[in-house]
């Protein structure tokens, strides 16, 4: 594994952390500020509506686990492909499990990667 795959995981482990730490700061440092997010049934949305979705929820709220089943990388970009299953908790709801693939683009800024564009693929589970 050279340093960039290194890193690229890194940065997935990282996102996961602070997701569930409910640190919205960190999550946001580690994508572009003209990043898109790309999920089925609706049009794609950018950073802010991201931050808006992800404050929405309270801390504890968010669990997941990832499997980083191929990188690769092309000089300052890079993608990674990932199987997700996660499990969010809106205040007082029951929780929501979505699992499936994702297929991330990231983007070398300032000498780290960052998340560029996301097409996130998730199901319902058991519902």
Not at 40 to 64: H, V, Y
Not at 71 to 93: E, F, K, P
Request: charged fraction near 25%; proline fraction near 4%; aromatic fraction near 8%.
């Amino acid at each position: 594994m050279n340093e960039d795959e290194r890193a690229i995981r890194e940065l997935v482990a990282a996102w996961l952390d602070a997701s569930r730490r409910g640190d919205h700061g960190a999550v946001s440092a580690l994508m572009s500020d003209d990043v898109l997010f790309l999920v089925p049934g609706r049009p794609a949305f950018d950073k802010a509506a991201f931050e808006s979705m992800q404050a929405s929820l309270p801390a504890g709220s968010f669990e997941a686990t990832s499997e980083v089943q191929e990188i690769g990388i092309l000089g300052d970009h890079a993608y990674c492909r990932t199987w997700l299953r996660v499990s969010m908790q809106a205040q007082g709801g029951p929780p929501v499990v979505r699992e499936g693939g994702t297929l991330s683009l990231l983007r070398r800024e300032s000498g780290r990667w960052r998340l560029f564009r996301d097409a996130n693929l998730l199901a319902l589970v058991g519902n």
